[in-house]
């Protein structure tokens, strides 16, 4: 990668959380009108599991030492796919994307043969402001796979949650139970067995990843139908900084899809975030889902925000 006289390339360290915020931000307000990760986010990317900033990550500052830009690889589960995360400061680092792309797909290329495996796959996105690096993936190889949508509702007007459907009751996940976690557990690897993009993991390996984003135990779900396990909702803090509700996954069982199950578990997270005084709630949903979801979501209040494109290349193993 060639820089322009004075610019560094380095590998960043928890010292540099703040100027890489700073390029996040910069990035964020770009791609989607405001910043929308802080500095424990940044802090937890490169202390996250399977991540070497030393050998995963790229930060690369001017001659005034100021950050532009910042790469970094994540695998939180250690299996399947890597994504890829090239972030610049809109004004002063689109130069730079494609570079540290081809140094990350590199080291994904050396990843693959520390794993014994042939090859691994690498991921992206792309937000609709972004041409440019949807342009700059295409020619690294890159293709465009399928579509996330973001969904969002105000809870301000939010109506008194409804009675669930005959026979489905809704509770709160006992954290504290193991058995209670297990059933969790099962029903959302049941549950998302039959998308594209499911990554099995067993419980204790599930149950290991919980801390990165089982924080708030009371805005986690179990629903039952007539007695029975039927689905599941957890929650994440991600959007608490934008003073909303995040759904990460909803689970329904196949065996009780369309029942209202669904609708039950999001009214319920809906009235608990509102309860704490969350101005929105929101989640993301992939349009490749063979479940159709967004129709179930739209029937709850949720509108379309925005999107995010995913791109994906295959990376061959180096050889040693």
């Known amino acids: ?49 399977f991540v070497d900033p030393s050998r995963d990550s790229w930060l690369v500052t001017d001659p005034d030492g100021t950050a532009v830009a910042w790469s970094i690889l994540s695998n939180p589960s250690g299996v399947g796919r890597e994504w890829v995360d090239v972030l610049v400061d809109p004004g002063r680092g689109v130069e730079l994307r494609a570079p540290l792309l081809a140094r990350l797909l590199d080291r994904v290329a050396e990843r693959a043969a520390e794993r014994g495996v042939a090859a691994l796959t690498a991921r992206t996105g792309v937000y609709a402001p972004e041409t440019r690096w949807a342009a700059e993936l295409v020619a690294a190889g890159f293709t465009r796979i399928k579509r996330y949508v973001r969904m969002s509702r105000s809870l ?39 998308t594209p993009d499911h990554e099995p993991l067993d ?96 029937s709850v209040g949720l509108v379309e925000e925005r999107w995010t494109d995913m791109y994906e290349r295959s990376v061959p193993a180096s050889q040693v």
């Open 203 to 298: 419980f204790d390996r599930w149950r290991e990843l919980l801390p990165s984003y089982g924080k708030v135990w009371d805005e986690w779900f179990v629903a039952e139908v007539d007695g029975e396990p039927a689905g599941a909702l957890q929650s994440s803090d991600q959007a608490v900084e934008h003073d909303a509700g995040w759904v990460r996954t909803l689970s329904v069982l196949p065996s009780h899809r369309r029942r209202g199950v669904g609708a039950a578990l999001l009214r319920r997270a809906f009235a608990v975030y509102a309860a704490k005084g969350r101005a929105r709630a929101g989640l993301g949903v992939d349009l490749a889902n063979p479940t159709a979801p967004v129709t179930l979501y739209r």
């Open 156 to 194: 301000t007007d939010l109506p008194a949650e409804p009675v669930p459907p005959a026979g489905v009751t809704v509770r709160p996940l006992r954290a504290d139970d193991e058995t209670d976690l297990r059933l969790f557990h099962r029903i959302y690897d049941t549950a998302f067995r039959d």
């Open 1 to 49: 990668m060639t820089l322009p006289a004075g610019w560094t390339a380095r590998r960043p360290t928890l010292d540099d959380v703040p100027a890489i915020l700073a390029v996040v931000h910069a990035a964020d307000t770009f791609a989607v009108g405001h910043p929308d990760f802080d500095a424990e986010d940044v802090r937890d990317a490169l202390t996250a599991p």
